[in-house]
C-alpha cells in the first residue's frame, strides 16, 4: 500500500497562503522534472492526448473505408502499417481508436473514484462496527480476479464498451475505498479537526477543508497507478470481444481482430500491442513520478 | 496451525455466501427476458409462458436463490438456461484445463522471479539490476496476450518449435501438453514474474541491512549460508503474500490467454456466457474461481506461518 505520511502535524492542512501554494506546487514540479522517466512518459501521454483529441483530422485515410481489393495488405508507402481484413487503413484506425481508448480508460476512471471515494469517506466517518463491515464487503470484492468480475458484471450487463467500462469500474471501486478510509482515519482524530468539530464547524466544511486537502496526495497517485491497469483491462475486455464494438474499434479490439491473421498478417499485431505496452509504461512511469514529488511522506527510498 | 485454518474457514463461507448472493442479485439486472428469448423468436405466448415455468422463472427470486444454493451445496450448480447442460459438468471439464495453465505459470513466475529479483538485490545499483529492473517495468506494462500473440509469431509460426493450436489433455499425454503449454505458460507468467522480481529485489535489500543478517555475517557464517539460511526465509514472506494476489490475477489472464492459444479452458466458456446471457454459467464460474482463491489464500497463510514462527 501506499507510505502514507504519519507525522503530518496540526498545519498540514490549515489554509495555506497564496505563496505558501505557490512555492508547494514548484517544489513539485522541479522533482517531478528531475525524473527523465516520468518526463519522457509525460510527454508520450500528451502525444496520446493530442490523437485523442483530434485523431480524426489526423487520420490520413477513412479508418471505417473498406477497400476489398486492398485486403490484408503489409505495411507500404501508402498504408504505413498495412491494411486489414476489410482493406482498412490501420495507422488510420489505430488512431481514431485513441479517443475510444482513452475514453474507456476515463469512465472506469470515473466509476471507481465517484463511488469509492464517498464510500470510503462515509466507512471512515461512520460508527467503527458499520464503517469495518463495509470495509469487510469490500475485502471479499477485492480478493477476486479482476477480469473475472468484469465478465460477471458483463454477464449481467452485456457486451459493449460502456458497460465493460462499468465493469472495470467496479473493480476499482473498492480500492479507492480502501485508500480513502485509510487516508481519512489517519487525519479524522487529529486535535485540530476535532477542535473544528467542537466549536461546531459543519461536517461538510470539515471535509471540505481538513479532511480532503489531506487525501489527495495518496488519490492521485492510486489514479495514476489505476490508469495503466484501466488500460490494460480495457484492450483485455476489447480483445476477448466484450467491450468495444465494431465497426469502432479501441486499441485491444484492434488486437483482438488481428488474432485470427497471425499466420498470414503479423503487422496486424504489432501496432497496437506496442501502442498499448507504451501508453501502459508512459502512465506507470508518470505515476511512479507523482508518487516520488509529492509531500515528505509519499516519497519512497529507492 | 489448526486454529488458523479454522479461523480462516469460519470467513471463508460468509464470503461464499455473499458471493453467490451478489451474483445471483446481478440476474435481477439483466435486461430482457431470457425466457423471450430461449422461446424463440416466433414464439406464442403460452410458449414463452411455458418456458418460463420450466426455467422457473415464474417463482419469487429468493426461492430460486436457495433452490440454487441447496443444489451448489450438493455440487450440483444447476442447468445453462440456453443449452441445458450440467453446470458442474462444464467445470469439471474445462476448470482442470484453467488451473494447470494458471499453476504453471505461477511456477514459471516463481522460477524466473526469484533468482532475478535476488541477483539484481545483491548487484543493487549495477548492470544487472537496471537490466533486471528494466525488463520488469516493461514485463508489467505488456499486456500478457499480446506478449502471447508474439511468441507465436516468432516461434510457432516462423520458427515451427511449438504448435501453433491443438491442445493435448494432461492426462492424455504429457509431453505433448507440456509441449504444448509452454508458450502460454511464458505469456502468462511474465507479468507475475516482474512483479515478483520487483517485490523480492525490494525484500531482500531491506533484509540484508537488518541486523541479524550482520549478526550472522560477523559471526563467520559463511556467504551462502547467510544468504540461504538467513536472509532468503525472511525475504520470502512478501513474496508468498504476491503469489497468492498473482494466482487471482492470473486466473484472470489465463482467460485471454486461453483465447490467443485456443486452450479449451473456463475462458471461453465465460465468454460466450457472457455473450449468450447465459447467466447460471456465469453464476458457476464466479462461485468456482472464488473458491479456488480462497483455497490459495488460505495455503498462503499457512505458508506464512511456516515461514516466520512469529504470526503462527
Known amino acids: 500500500m501506499m507510505p502514507v505520511d504519519t507525522r503530518k502535524t496540526d498545519t498540514s492542512s490549515a489554509p495555506e497562503t497564496a505563496v505558501a501554494h505557490y512555492r508547494h506546487r514548484w517544489r513539485f514540479l522541479r522533482r517531478f522534472l528531475s525524473h527523465p522517466g516520468a518526463v519522457l512518459g509525460g510527454a508520450f501521454l500528451a502525444l496520446v492526448a493530442v490523437l485523442a483529441m483530434f485523431g480524426p483530422h489526423l487520420a490520413p485515410h477513412d479508418p471505417l473505408q473498406n477497400n476489398l481489393g486492398q485486403v490484408l495488405q503489409p505495411p507500404s508507402g501508402d498504408h504505413w502499417l498495412g491494411t486489414d481484413d476489410l482493406g482498412r487503413d490501420l495507422l488510420s484506425r489505430l488512431i481514431v481508436a485513441t479517443r475510444i481508448t482513452v475514453q474507456a480508460a476515463l469512465i472506469s476512471l470515473a466509476v471507481g473514484v465517484g463511488i469509492g471515494v464517498p464510500l470510503g469517506l462515509a466507512a471512515a466517518i461512520m460508527p467503527p462496527l458499520l464503517g469495518g463491515l463495509l470495509m469487510r464487503i469490500t475485502d471479499g470484492i477485492m480478493a477476486f480476479p479482476p477480469i473475472l468480475l468484469a465478465i460477471g458484471v458483463l454477464g449481467a450487463l452485456g457486451p459493449g464498451l460502456t458497460q465493460a467500462m462499468i465493469a472495470v469500474g467496479v473493480v476499482f471501486v473498492p480500492r479507492f475505498a480502501r485508500l480513502t478510509r485509510a487516508s481519512v482515519q489517519q487525519v479524522y482524530h487529529e486535535t485540530y479537526i476535532e477542535a473544528s468539530r467542537v466549536i461546531g464547524t459543519p461536517l461538510r466544511r470539515i471535509l471540505r477543508w481538513h479532511v480532503l486537502p489531506n487525501i489527495t496526495g495518496p488519490l492521485v497517485v492510486q489514479i495514476a497507478v489505476t490508469c495503466g491497469f484501466a488500460m490494460l483491462a480495457e484492450a483485455g475486455l476489447s480483445f476477448l470481444g466484450l467491450g468495444a464494438q465494431p465497426p469502432d474499434a479501441s486499441w485491444g479490439a484492434l488486437l483482438g481482430r488481428a488474432l485470427p491473421y497471425v499466420n498470414t498478417a503479423w503487422w496486424l499485431g504489432i501496432a497496437p500491442g506496442l501502442l498499448i505496452t507504451l501508453t501502459v509504461l508512459a502512465t506507470n512511469a508518470v505515476a511512479d513520478g507523482i508518487g516520488d514529488s509529492l509531500g515528505r511522506g509519499s516519497r519512497r527510498q529507492k | ?312
Open chain 2, 1 to 312: 496451525m489448526l486454529a488458523l485454518i479454522g479461523r480462516r474457514l469460519l470467513v471463508t463461507l460468509p464470503l461464499l455466501l455473499f458471493v453467490t448472493l451478489l451474483v445471483s442479485l446481478m440476474s435481477l439486472l439483466v435486461p430482457g427476458d431470457p425466457a423471450v428469448q430461449i422461446a424463440g423468436e416466433n414464439a406464442t405466448h403460452e410458449q414463452i409462458e411455458l418456458t418460463r415455468q420450466r426455467l422457473g422463472l415464474d417463482r419469487p427470486w429468493h426461492e430460486r436463490y436457495l433452490d440454487w444454493l441447496a443444489g451448489a451445496a450438493r455440487g450440483d450448480l444447476g442447468n445453462s438456461v440456453f443449452t441445458n447442460d450440467s453446470v458442474s459438468q462444464l467445470l469439471q471439464e474445462r476448470l482442470p484445463v484453467t488451473l494447470a495453465l494458471t499453476l504453471s505459470a505461477l511456477v514459471f513466475a516463481a522460477l524466473v522471479g526469484v533468482p532475478a529479483g535476488i541477483l539484481a538485490a545483491l548487484r543493487r545499483n549495477r548492470w544487472q539490476d537496471s537490466l533486471i529492473r528494466g525488463v520488469a517495468t516493461i514485463g508489467i506494462a505488456m499486456p500478457g496476450y499480446w506478449l502471447g500473440l508474439l511468441l507465436l509469431m516468432v516461434f510457432a509460426i516462423q520458427l515451427g518449435l511449438f504448435p501453433t493450436i491443438g491442445y493435448t489433455p494432461l492426462t492424455e499425454n504429457p509431453a505433448a501438453w507440456l509441449h504444448g503449454i509452454v508458450l502460454p505458460t511464458v505469456a502468462l507468467g511474465a507479468p507475475a514474474a516482474a512483479e515478483v522480481a520487483r517485490q523480492l529485489r525490494r525484500s531482500m535489500i531491506d533484509t540484508l541491512q537488518q541486523d541479524f543478517v550482520r549478526t550472522a555475517t560477523a559471526k563467520g557464517l559463511r556467504y551462502w549460508m547467510v544468504l540461504g539460511k538467513h536472509a532468503l526465509t525472511h525475504a520470502a514472506n512478501p513474496v508468498v503474500t504476491v503469489l497468492a494476489t498473482q494466482m487471482a490475477l492470473l486466473l484472470g489472464a489465463a482467460v485471454i490467454i486461453e483465447k490467443v492459444f485456443v486452450i479449451p479452458g473456463i475462458g471461453e466458456l465465460a465468454v460466450n456466457s457472457v455473450i449468450n446471457k447465459d447467466l447460471t454459467i456465469v453464476q458457476g464460474i464466479v462461485v468456482v474461481t472464488t473458491l479456488v482463491i480462497v483455497v490459495t489464500n488460505l495455503l498462503a497463510d499457512l505458508a506464512h506461518a511456516w515461514l516466520s514462527p512469529r504470526t503462527r
